[in-house]
């Protein structure tokens, strides 16, 4: 999800509660905390050899003891709103951060309304080869030949 869709799913909605939904199913506790909003940029060298830059908007969340808390979609539009200084390109996309016994970056696949919440869906975050053809990978978006799927490696086969 982009930071402008979601400032705008935001606003429109303010007046529900703010709920996230990690990819197994299970709910982040109702209590979290956004405790950043940050501005992550990345620059790195694939293992092609190009020079890379990527941009995201993080959000990292906390849940803390305090378990009345409760963080409502106003509330954290009125955040975003804050971090537009630094938060320019609206078209960046937006990640969670989350520790659950590890801390784990998400992407947010989707949303869901209910009458008191707007609750963002999270996906896990994949690494990829970003040069498969120099390194001797298929372009595992090929469809299947054969009825098999494509596998790593150059010979075909793992």
């Known amino acids: 999800m982009k930071l402008s869709e979601l400032k705008s799913l ?28 940050g501005r992550v940029h990345k620059t790195f060298l694939d293992c092609g050899g190009k ?26 539009a009125k955040i975003l709103e804050k971090a537009k200084a630094y ?6 996309p937006v990640e969670v951060e989350y520790e659950d016994r590890v801390i784990s970056q998400y992407t947010i696949s989707g949303h869901e309304l209910t009458g008191e919440a707007v609750i963002l869906n999270l996906a896990h975050k994949h690494t990829e080869c970003l040069a498969p053809e120099l390194c001797g990978l298929p372009d595992l978006r090929l469809p299947a030949i054969g009825g098999k799927a494509p596998c790593c490696g150059p010979s075909g086969c793992c």
């Not at 830059?53 to 954290?76: A, F, N, P």
């Not at 938060?87 to 960046?92: A, K, Q, S």
Request: with cysteine; hydrophobic share 35%; glycine share 4%.
């Open 87 to 92: 938060l320019t390109d609206e078209t960046i």
């Open 10 to 37: 935001l606003t429109e909605h303010s007046d529900r509660f703010f709920r996230i939904a990690l990819p197994d199913g299970n709910a982040v506790p109702v209590s979290f905390h956004v405790t950043e909003v």
């Open 51 to 76: 020079l890379r830059e990527s941009i995201t908007c993080q959000l990292q969340i906390w849940v803390g003891e305090d378990y009345d808390h409760r963080i409502e979609t106003g509330k954290m």
